[in-house]
């Protein structure tokens, strides 16, 4: 196991290195950097003034010593300042990054909780297995943006139970849960599907299984044989999936981000990225395959705990 995580961490700053370099050099290739932008919202900047701003960012620079001094700083602890946001770029990416993280746990708790549930359901009752099809469809089927617009109105409009957006500005778990209630059901609905269909699946194959027709002729109850034997073996491409959906909604939740007003990854880099914020959108963007990675890490470690076969 510490082969495994010294390995694997030592690949991940390899890939994050190579990210970052290869996303400097697609940006710096880009047209419209700050100065440019600078010279277009004050036409009254002269010459003299473009190359003192082109000499205090570094423009003057080769595109490979501004990545090593950028780079240097990043590992020193130092991410550099926000252009849109007017502030030192940690403050912007850490909260986002916390309410990304909340809302990326409730939902993927959810959505597995569920559709382990219609899984294991479909699993038992081969009667009731339509009836998990017909669920996993709709929720797959369903627009991310349509069923939050549709819960807006249902719950915050009609109904006035919950708000339509935001986020909670008073302390406390109660307020914050609020606001988390119908951003964390859209997502938790739409994904649900993928783990109710492979939670049926992985274990259909699991309960035909000689060993656990062996634990049903030791009399054990079927409910036993269900989450004690067959389902540690079903969980390992479940766990594979989770942590696919944990990296893809750091910075892919952009959709509901954006419907309910939440200041998460997925709307920070959509708006660095329109900003021209390009120090702000590439810190964001390798913070979010920092965490990709590291769930991908998590779940290998998961797979080689619920069997120690694929230990290498």
């Known amino acids: 196991m510490l082969r ?4 694997r961490l030592l690949q991940i700053a390899v890939t994050l290195l190579l ?4 996303t400097w050099l697609v940006m710096g290739a880009m047209p419209g950097d700050p100065v440019d932008l600078a010279m277009l919202s004050d036409p009254h900047l002269t010459p003299e003034d473009v190359a003192r701003m082109r000499v205090l960012h570094g423009m003057d620079q080769p595109l490979a010593n501004r990545y090593l001094a950028w780079i240097t700083a990043v590992l020193r602890g130092d991410f550099g300042h926000s252009r849109l946001f007017a502030v030192p770029a940690a403050q912007v990416l850490w909260p986002a990054l916390g309410s990304t993280l909340v809302l990326l746990g409730w939902s993927l708790a959810l959505s597995l909780l569920l559709g382990l549930a219609l899984g294991a359901l479909g699993a038992v009752r081969p009667r009731a297995a339509w009836l998990v099809d017909a669920i996993a469809i709709l929720a797959q089927s369903t627009p991310t943006f349509w069923l939050g617009l549709l819960l807006i109105i249902l719950f915050a409009v009609e109904l006035g139970w919950l708000p339509a957006g935001g986020a909670a500005e008073a302390p406390g778990p109660g307020e914050a849960l609020r606001y988390l209630v119908l951003p964390v059901a859209t997502l938790a609905i739409v994904n649900l599907a993928a783990y109710a269909r492979h939670g049926q699946a992985a274990l259909q194959a699991e309960l035909g299984a000689d060993y656990v027709r062996t634990a049903r002729m030791k009399g054990l109850p079927e409910r036993a044989i269900l989450w004690r034997h067959a389902f540690p073996n079903a969980a390992i491409p479940i766990v594979t999936l989770l942590a696919l959906d944990a ?3 750091v910075s892919g939740a952009l959709v509901t981000e954006t419907i309910f007003a939440r200041p998460g990854m997925g709307k920070l880099i959509y708006d660095a990225i329109m900003g ?4 702000l959108a590439l810190l964001a963007l390798l913070l979010a395959a920092l965490v990709t990675m590291l769930a991908t890490l998590a779940a290998d470690i ?6 120690p076969r694929l230990a290498p």
């Open 276 to 279: 021209n914020d390009y120090n």
């Open 302 to 307: 998961a797979q080689r705990l619920l069997d």
């Open 19 to 22: 990210v970052s370099a290869l």
């Open 4 to 7: 495994l995580l010294a390995g």
């Open 247 to 249: 990296g893809s909604l």
